[in-house]
């Protein structure tokens, strides 16, 4: 493929991904709504690369997708595009189902109604793969693992949000025959990351010297991925996954909440040590749960790896020091998003 449509390019996980696509030298028609969480800051290395056609937009605008999609004539569109913040949905979740259900309905109609048109070899190219969480399966118990034939059962409106667009891209492909694919990853991780996520958040509280809020026990497990791992992963069932199918995206790296921010105070305490001597663990403080916060995730991607020979490249450890060195190596980024409506609030509460 040398031209993506790429709908979200300017968040975490998307620009990330287009950032990787160009460095590949393929062509990027990237569609973001800019909201709180689509940061132009982030594809400042794309300035000026005529490969990476920018344009402000909403996913559920059928006439731009479709105007789009004439003009550049892509042979993958990759949907990013979501609210994404579990403690976001809980305090306004008609956004999430707005964005997530009927914004990708849009998305759909306008992707399948320009698939159709194609001549039939470029027909049989084309593929439109959606990207999902881990959270549509639930919540486990102390064993066992998500697998793609494990049941939906979300459980905050935004996994909920998430699971009805998965059934809609399903619903596509077998109503329509457009060629879908569907990837669920677990917890992402790296540079460019929303500082409303634990590990941005932990690492800006933690310079300024902040208590460290950790949600209930800290026992709560999620499976964690590196960012620039997930985006070759992407890349990887885009090029050959079989259509229709679904792929989990896992880092093999299952972490406490509790381990992954004494992970983090460890680094800087070597990176930027307190002056009095201290060390930053002695900043964590428990905090009440969010309401319906899942105990435990954890992805088998023996599927990815069996058919289509992907790994992750980053252990968590060689992650987590990737990530604390970005942040630490670019405050003006982030600085420039806390000085706009976000300050590290709670959210959801």
Request: with cysteine; charged share 20%.
């Amino acid at each position: 493929m040398k031209v993506l449509l790429v709908t979200g390019g300017a968040g975490f996980i998307g620009a990330n991904f287009v950032l990787q696509a160009l460095a590949d030298g393929l062509t990027v028609v990237n569609v973001d709504k800019l909201t709180y969480a689509g940061n132009l800051d982030t594809l400042e290395a794309a300035g000026g690369n005529p490969r990476h056609i920018f344009v402000q937009g909403d996913i559920g605008d059928r006439a731009l997708i479709s105007a789009l999609l004439a003009e550049h004539q892509p042979q993958g569109v990759v949907n990013f595009a979501a609210e994404s913040h579990v403690d976001r949905s809980i305090d306004g979740p008609a956004a999430f189902i707005q964005t997530n259900v009927v914004g990708t309905l849009g998305l759909l109609e306008a992707c399948r109604d320009y698939w159709r048109g194609l001549d039939p070899a470029t027909r049989d190219h084309f593929r439109f793969l959606h990207v999902s969480t881990d959270e549509v399966y639930g919540s486990l118990g102390a064993e066992g693992k998500f697998r793609e034939t494990t049941p939906y059962a979300p459980n905050s409106p935004y996994s909920a949000s998430k699971a009805a667009s998965d059934h809609l891209v399903r619903a596509f492909h077998h109503t329509y025959g457009l060629p879908t694919l569907t990837t669920n990853c677990s917890n992402n991780y790296g540079p460019y990351q929303f500082p409303e996520k634990l590990i941005p958040l932990v690492i800006q509280k933690a310079l300024s010297r902040e208590p460290l809020p950790v949600y209930g026990d800290g026992m709560n497990v999620r499976d964690w991925l590196y960012v620039g791992d997930h985006c070759s992963a992407i890349r990887q069932v885009l090029q050959a996954g079989r259509i229709g199918e679904t792929y989990n995206v896992g880092g093999n790296a299952e972490r406490s909440n509790i381990e992954v921010v004494k992970t983090i105070c460890a680094l800087l305490d070597v990176r930027r040590p307190l002056q009095d001597g201290a060390r930053h663990e002695s900043l964590i403080t428990f905090v009440k749960d969010r309401p319906g916060h899942d105990r435990r995730y954890a992805i088998d991607a023996g599927k990815l790896h069996c058919e289509l020979g992907w790994q992750p490249q980053q252990s968590f450890e060689s992650g987590i020091a990737r990530t604390v060195d970005w942040y630490l190596s670019n405050q003006p980024w982030v600085q420039r998003i806390l000085d706009g409506s976000y300050r590290m609030e709670r959210l959801g509460v």
